[in-house]
């Protein structure tokens, strides 16, 4: 299931869509995500290239529909922003023992989250993919890979985000 509760007809997706397979940005970054993909995994295998048992969490980090889908999302927010789109790609290239720090991200919890949370990245629902979003675009700003003070700085900025809408919202109730 999409999450959508009337998820769109395939068919009028593609309609609407129709340069959608052959979209030389959209093919790039494809290619990107399965760069960083294969860097990830690639990190969690032992000398024999197999996949080492007791990390399979942290070798899935780039499977995580959250992670898929706010990494997505900020590479189509840079397309016009040559500059920060190469950091955002060259994620791939920050760290052989683990591009997407997934240690760090284990680690990381904001206040507001409930003693079972596991991390940054393990959930799939909109809040995880906003905060994953916010560290991918402070990651693309600074580039240099992703560290434990920007995915600390991307939880805060999700946070305060969150409530100045849901004040603004809150306020035009008043009106």
Known sequence: MSGVQNPPDWAEVKKDHPDLWTDESLLGAAREYAKLRQAQEGAFLDKA???????????????????????????????????????????????????????????????????NYRGLGYRTDPQERGRMVELFWIQSNIGGGITAKMVEVALEAYHAKHAVLRHKKLAESLA
Do not use: C, E, I
């Open 49 to 115: 290239g197999k996949p080492l048992p007791a990390m399979a969490d942290f070798r899935d980090k780039a499977n995580n529909m959250a992670n898929v889908a706010a990494w997505a999302y900020t590479a189509g927010l840079l397309q016009s922003d040559p500059a920060r789109l190469k950091k955002h790609y060259d994620l791939k290239n920050s760290s052989k023992q683990d591009p997407l720090k997934a240690a760090v991200l284990a680690k990381a919890k904001h206040g507001t989250d409930p003693d």
